[in-house]
């Protein structure tokens, strides 16, 4: 079934019955503008509506860490993000080797735009931040480029898988 709707065709993807009386098609949507479409008609009093819904497919933006952040090992920093759609929880993750390898931050938890991070105990030059939706890994984000986790000097100097070079003065 086509309709036609503000001059644009759209095909109307499935109908259910609604309350025996009438029924409800949807699943129209023009993604160009944003909107989806839903046509309600009842056959015993011959009324109909369409109903105009504001659209956003889900999708998620890392605003912090995105990369060039200079952070120390053990200290805590918020990662921020921003959404569009309808995302519940989200998943946080980081890398220490520029995406090779993932570590999770937190499996699921609330999508408040914000989560503090208390850093690792690692020293990377090559660090990212990932976040997912958690019902659905399609929809992420990742670092636009590497961040430095550094480690603290008394712990730098401690750590006996360290190599030091010494330069010329």
Not at 7 to 30: E, M
């Amino acid at each position: 079934t086509v309709y036609f709707l503000d001059q644009d065709t759209f095909k109307i993807a499935r109908s259910f019955p609604s309350s025996g009386l009438g029924y409800c098609w949807h699943n129209a949507v023009d993604q160009a503008n944003q909107r989806v479409f839903a046509l309600y008609a009842n056959r015993t009093l011959g009324v109909g509506s369409i109903l105009v819904f504001d659209y956003h497919e889900p999708s998620l933006t890392l605003v912090s860490p995105d990369g060039g952040e200079g952070w120390t090992a053990g200290s805590a920093h918020p990662i921020t993000w921003k959404n569009t759609g309808t995302i519940a929880d989200v998943k946080l993750e980081y890398s220490t080797n520029g995406g090779a390898a993932w570590t999770t931050i937190a499996a699921s938890t609330p999508n408040t735009l914000s989560y503090d991070w208390t850093l690792p105990n690692v020293g990377s030059l090559s660090c990212l931040v990932r976040i997912s939706d958690a019902a659905n890994a399609a929809v992420n984000d990742t670092s636009d480029a590497p961040f430095t986790i550094s480690l603290p000097l008394g712990q730098a100097l401690d750590n006996p898988g360290l190599t030091w070079e010494t330069g010329g003065a």
